[in-house]
């Protein structure tokens, strides 16, 4: 199967291949005949699975066709909303790519910045917008923007913008839509909330469901390493040490720690930056940028933050904290294994986050093989020994306490000494 199979024009699959595609991955196969056929979609799929060329092929093509009809000044006919400004950037440059035969015009919008550079781009006219809610909202509340004539409308990673609390502006932009246009709804769970935001959006759409576990499986070599919260950093300092790849992503749950990582790494001789909330959004592109021509090799973020950022050629995800919800960990470990690399997703899993594993496991439906053999897998036994679990004072005299923890000593040695968790 290739492109021109499923009916793409001459233009647009010239440009695909020379981005190096040369076959539809499972969600553009699927999306792409549907798309190119009117018909709304509702797609549960995550970023990494070619989810963007899936619409932005069919948009692109449609908007080309009907180039001719359009007289005078460009006006906004698609509009892609996408929850973050890494992730509006990447999708206005795939669609940089994919249309850059045909002439269509696209430009992005996202907060953060000052909009003099964004609204003097709009006022020149485009004919794609892809835009964040906040600034959406903000630019056609100052009549920058208009939505009357939008006839191609997608609202990108669904979940992520109920999670990051955008549902009462996503409402505000669905209000200002015209009711005959094509729709195209993209997450990756779809959990009721989900669904019901999908339904006020869509007509009557055909569905296509990429699993994450698919992505997840096949494509991503993962490993799980145990070792004490206090000797994570020393873990990853040894990981580079002895294993030096190009490209590592390191995920930290906080915005802090994400900070003190890169320090760490700095003060071992790893050059390393890290994109968060708290960060400029220049520095963020900066970042970003050194990292995908080679300047920095290792990248620490913060979940958010790395929401769909593309890198080609990522070769290791490290999760130096393991998520506490199950699917932010496929999110994760689908920045590496895009399309049709290989990668490896390393984790980093301490004591307290022993269930949040468990978790991960039941849903990608695998045991995560674990490395048993490296400098830091202390004995968490001889760990406690030491260290008394917060709240507990050891009892000289082996009272209640000493015996609590025995019990739970107890309890961990049952635990790691089963090769699998
Ligand atoms: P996306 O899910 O759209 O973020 O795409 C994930 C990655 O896969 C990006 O790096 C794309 O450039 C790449 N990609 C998308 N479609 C294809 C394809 N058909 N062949 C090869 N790579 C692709």
Redesign the pocket.
């Known amino acids: 199967m290739n492109f021109k199979n499923l009916g793409v024009i001459e233009p647009i699959w010239r440009a ?1 291949l020379a ?7 499972p969600i ?1 196969e699927q999306s792409i005949p549907i798309l190119l056929n009117h018909k709304d979609l509702l797609g549960c799929a995550q ?7 899936a619409f932005a092929v069919p948009i692109l093509q449609h908007l080309y066709l009907d180039k001719h009809r359009i007289k005078g000044h460009r006006k906004i006919r698609a509009l892609i909303v996408t929850p973050t400004r890494e992730l509006a950037i ?1 999708i206005a440059e ?1 669609f940089h790519a994919y249309g850059k035969y045909t002439g269509i015009k696209n430009t992005v919008i996202f907060g953060g910045v000052k909009q003099g550079a964004q609204t003097n781009e709009l006022r020149k006219g485009v004919d794609i917008l892809i835009a964040t809610p906040g600034r959406l909202l903000d630019l056609m509340n100052q009549g920058f923007i208009n939505l009357r004539d939008i006839e191609y409308f997608v609202l990108d990673e669904a979940d992520r913008m109920l999670d990051m609390g955008f549902i009462h502006d996503i409402k505000k932009i669905i209000a200002k839509l015209p009711e005959k246009r094509q729709s195209l709804f993209f997450s990756a769970t779809m959990p009721p909330d989900i669904v019901n935001l999908s339904r006020k959006i869509l007509g009557n759409p055909e569905k296509v469901t990429v699993r994450p576990e698919q992505t997840t499986a096949e494509k991503v070599e993962q490993a799980v390493y145990f070792v004490h919260k206090k000797n994570k950093a020393k873990l990853l300092i040894h990981l580079f040490e002895s294993n030096p790849v190009d490209s590592t992503l390191v995920f930290s749950r906080t915005k802090h720690g994400a900070d003190k990582i890169v320090k760490l790494l700095g003060k071992a001789g790893i050059n390393a930056a890290a994109i968060h909330g708290n960060k400029s959004q220049g520095a963020r592109q900066k970042a970003l940028g050194d990292f995908k021509n080679g300047d920095i090799g290792v990248l620490i973020a913060t979940d958010i933050a790395a929401r ?1 950022i ?1 890198i ?1 050629q990522l070769s290791q995800v490290i999760n130096y904290d393991i998520p506490n919800i199950p699917e932010t960990y496929v999110h994760r470990i689908g920045r590496t294994g ?3 690399a290989s990668g490896i997703a390393r984790s980093f899993c301490d004591l307290e986050e022993r269930a949040y594993l468990k978790d991960i496991q039941k849903l990608i439906n695998q045991e995560i093989p674990i490395v048993g053999d490296h400098p830091f897998l202390k004995d968490p036994v001889s760990e406690l020994g030491k260290q008394p679990p917060s709240g507990q004072k050891r009892s000289a005299s082996g009272g209640q306490t000493n015996q609590a923890n025995k019990n739970e000593r107890n309890k961990h040695r049952k635990y790691y000494s089963r090769r699998k968790v």
């Open positions: 695909l981005e190096g595609y040369k076959e539809p991955t553009q970023t990494g699975t070619g989810k963007t060329a990447q795939s769909g593309d080609d895009r399309a049709k």
